[in-house]
């Protein structure tokens, strides 16, 4: 009977050996199925995982889910919300219309309140100013729409806050920034105030009017509004995009009780601490007003976010019509219970007994939520790695044994691998930078933006192959070793396990929280390593290999989910990072940081097949043949109101004055501050381009290079503008500013007053001219005392007040000398939001953009005067 047990075995395994094997090494056809193997686990499982949507919940439904969010009529709130058009700070659709609205739903909320709920409501019109990044944000006559939601009776000075923005950008529509989430904001209080039950602590739901200009209508609460004192808790809700799941993208900071009541509340969790990161370290080109009630008002909280489409964010594209009804649900659900979860949290009546440093949090495939405190992270990525640096070392100790070799022979020669590996990580990730250079070189960047599976043939083959043909070319020069190739490709999986072990424990010296990504890969190839070393398996020429695949698919898994979310979230963004980044680099580091961590224990192993060094090369020929499709209308980054390039165009005129206030230059024409790489894709387009100028000379010899900048991110790309010379625009009035008073107080220091008209948004910059110096001023005090670069930058804006802006400038002139001009200002002005202030030329001269692109656009004005 054992021996026929025995002959069984012998011949099944003869049996898996002639299908698969040949000589020692897989059949060569097999490594098509391999690599598909992993294709589909990334398209029929990564993918569908991030862009899930819950069943959205119907009107008609709602008596069968009493106190559940109904995503329709979030629909219908957004809807409403947008037939008002561009609801820009100072319009009528903003100041007027939508305060109305606000008040007409306040009214529908009122009249279906349960007795256990009380609401009070109020409109706040502020004024103030505070410091944005580069430059002094000030505003007058903002307005928001407060409402606040609380248990009857209840004594409680212990408010949760929940925050969107109902206004949104010139020309633009604004349904994924941020109507939805006003949206969603308004059917949650709708369902709180019907239900009976009870809330421990009231909930102010803030709906700010000036988010766009930017982050003013926050600052106004967080800082001025009665109840502001009382916040102990934030719920941020915002957009860059339109539409899919929300992602939590900051949390606290250093409270981890709220990702506690995230994790025990969401029902579809999608959070991570890479974003958190990524964010704060300004690498993405948007600001939230979690900022400001972070900065201003020390409140911990939550930042949420929609980035699905973000192709559309900030264009007139973004409208109700793409957003699907399931993002209002998975929204809704999410808020809604969070929302319940916080207010009745016992840590919400004193926050700072709970605070005890950042948190690490993530989400699997968004079905679960891990998140631990971040003394836990450094424990556990030292653990996982130590494990592994000892797992490895006692392989290769087995492997000494097992072949009869002294250990330090073993030693070396993992050593020479390790060197190796490196290697191939720094050629891979060469080639991979080098492609994105040819193509910006070859003028093809951004071939990706509308079919993004280019990035697969472009990046990570490229990548790919330089990871597997080092080591092929080093086992093609040691073919005559007699060291047993499956050992010497594990002992190449055990350095590359060995480097990103000393990745990971780097990273937590140096304190990133996301060094946990690289720990994953680490601890599910050690989980597979153990199983080799148990089950003697790590012995076998091959069988190593069936632990080792499958202890790959879940950190595989794991990694796509979120390398899919990244790029859907960045892509986009490449659109708006400005003309002075080649945006392939961008997904070069992303397709490098990725494909180490998904193909660095995968890509290795074609070296066990039989023609691996035509298989390792045809990850080549694919990156040639996706360069051929790049070059072809496939690889053309555009599509009309779809995939948009965006043009930032002013129809302006520059008035320049001497000491005497003579004007000395005049100039009317078109301002383009290009968003992206391809500034020249519309040279062959728009009218009068043989005309257009660099204003290199202007930047040289003008303030701000004579050019009315509108916020502080126009001032940081003011130097890769166009300037095509044009008809003058219209105006019904351009800035005035009129000097009050001119004191002089002592033998070194003046005095000015001056008052300022004009559209409701303006720009002033003031530069003092030699070694005379601003020692007090009207404006935020930060710039003087932090000694900022000069010249000043003031973003102002008003909404419902319109009255003159009066304000002084003290100098001090060190040298006593007044014979010539103390300072320059500068003042520019934007009509951003009455398209009937455009001529027939600049109609004439937008439509001559191509379809492809969204060009948002208004008249300016820009003056510089010497006093």
Known sequence: MYMEEKWHHKLQRSFWHRFFVENGKIK?????????????????????????????INIADEAKYPDRFIAERAEKNL???????PRVVGSIANEQNSVKYFQKQLKILNADIHSVHNIEADVQLASGSYCHWDMVNMYQGIQNVVIKIAPKHSNSTSYLLVNSHYDSVPHGKGAGDDGTMVAVMLEIIRVLAKSSKQLRNPVVFLFNGAEENPLQASHAFITQHKWAKHIKALINLDSCGSGGREILFQSGPNHPWLMKHYRIAVMH?????????????????????????RDHGRVPGLDMAHQYNGYVYHTRF??????????????GDNVLALVREIANAPELEDPSRYSEGHTIFYDVLGRWLIFYTETEGIILNV?????????????????????????????????????????????????????????DFMHMPMSWFTNSWLILGL???SLFFGLAIVPAAYFNAQRKDRFPLGYSIQILLHCHCLFLAFLTLIACVIGIRSAFMIMIAVLFYTSGLIINLTTKLHNKSLAWLVPHIICSIPPFLFYSYLGHGSFVAFIPMTGRFGSSVNPDYIMCAFTVGMGILVGGFMIPVLNLFHKSKPIICSLFAITVICMIFAATPIGFPYRPETNVQRFSVLHTRRVFHDALNAVRRVETGYFILPQDRRTYSVKNDLLNMSLAQNLNKDCDEEMMCGLPLYNHRWHKARSSAMWIPGPDPKFDKVPHLKLLSKNQLSKKSIRYELELSGPDHMGIFINPLGDRKIYSWSFHYSPLRLEWEKPYFI???????????????EFDNPSEDWSSPIFEIGIAGHWTHNESTHTEDFTKFLKSFPKYVDAIAWPAYYETRLF
């Open 795 to 809: 973003y102002f804006s008003y909404g419902k007040d319109s009255s003159p802006l009066k304000f002084k400038l």
């Open 459 to 461: 990046y990570f083959c």
């Open 269 to 293: 969790p999608y959070a991570s601490t890479i974003a958190e990161e990524m964010f704060q370290a300004h690498l993405i080109p948007s600001d939230t007003d979690f900022r400001i009630f």
């Open 383 to 439: 653990f996982v790695s130590l494990v592994a640096i000892m797992c490895c070392t006692y392989s290769f100790k087995q492997m000494a044994q097992n072949t009869g070799q002294k250990m330090s022979t073993v030693a070396n020669r993992a050593l020479r691998l390790f060197g190796i590996q490196i290697l191939a990580v720094l050629a891979g990730a060469t080639l991979c930078f080098f492609i994105g250079m040819l193509m």
């Open 79 to 85: 809807a409403k919300l947008i037939e008002l058009g």
């Open 28 to 56: 060569w056809h097999w490594s098509p199925v391999f690599l598909s193997f992993w294709l589909l686990l990334y398209f029929c499982i990564a993918i569908p995982a991030f862009h899930r949507l819950p069943t959205p």
């Open 318 to 331: 973004d409208v109700p019509e793409i957003i699907p009804r399931g993002t209002f649900q998975n929204t």
